[in-house]
């Protein structure tokens, strides 16, 4: 299942999300969190690339723009969701996110969004509190909200533990803030609840990244999207399609080397 072209994300050239995008800084800008970490999709059309496993048609990527091998390496074979988000640089807290689905012509671009990411932008070696976001390849298994499952096929737990009240870094209301999560898999265990607080590599590294919705400000690590996005993101996504998200700042995602 892919999401709908005639959704309600907005339309503009892809290429947005796969540079850095000028944009005011503002220093007051805000943060949520869950625990300690918990807190611009414009789109077109991409042309079709084929399958990262058969050679590649001439002048089309294997992989989405941006990709580099260093990351493309970690991605699963049987991946045919994928979902894309590219800081603007190391220090920024704000992203474009693209949904990708890869049909028998090769990955082709479903929809894009604006995101946020955490306050200080992004890390590999995230740690707990640091105010960033971790960067790689990771898979978005489980879900839950404080409102009711909209209709996905990822596991969701619906629970008062969601609910949300206080400020955001700028003093703006979080009220809301996880009526829908996803979880990212970073140090956490698969198939539980996104409440679950169970961190496999260590308190230190933190945990409790998710995928939640935008309260108009950064985040202790997170990266949030657009109300409307969450439902629609929630309802396409597919554990058959062993969906993934590859994030991180637009140079580190580029990087050709090995992993380190």
């Known amino acids: 299942m892919t999401i ?27 943060g949520s969190g869950h625990g300690s970490d918990a807190g611009a999709f414009a789109g077109t059309p991409g042309g079709p690339a084929p399958d990262p496993n058969a050679v590649p048609l001439p002048g089309q990527p294997p992989l989405p723009a941006g990709i580099g091998p260093r990351w493309e390496a970690e991605i699963p074979a049987e991946t045919t969701q994928l979902l894309l988000v590219v800081g603007e640089h190391p220090d920024s807290d704000r992203a474009m996110a693209s949904f990708w689905t890869r049909p028998s012509s090769g990955w082709q671009i479903e929809c894009t969004h604006p995101a946020r990411n955490g306050r200080l932008g992004w890390t590999p070696d995230h740690r707990e509190g640091d105010l960033r976001s971790p960067i790689g390849v990771f898979t978005l298994t489980d879900a839950g909200g404080l409102r009711p499952d909209p209709g996905t096929r990822l596991s969701y737990d619906r629970s008062d533990g969601f609910a949300i009240e206080g400020t955001g870094f700028a003093g703006e209301p979080l009220a809301g803030t996880f009526d829908h999560v ?8 698969r198939g539980t609840s996104p409440l679950d607080s169970t961190r496999p590599r260590g308190d230190e590294f933190g945990g409790g990244i998710w995928l939640h919705i935008d309260h108009d400000g950064p985040t202790h690590g997170c990266v949030t999207l657009p109300q409307e996005a969450l439902p629609e993101l929630l309802r396409a996504l597919d554990p058959a399609a062993h969906p993934i998200v590859v994030m991180g700042d637009a140079t580190t995602l580029a990087l050709g080397g090995p992993a380190s």
């Open 182 to 189: 996803i979880a990212i898999d970073y140090n956490r265990v």
């Open 4 to 30: 709908s072209r005639r959704s309600l994300f907005r339309t503009a050239p892809i290429a947005l999300a796969l540079m850095a995008v000028p944009a005011a800084r503002n220093a007051s800008a805000a």
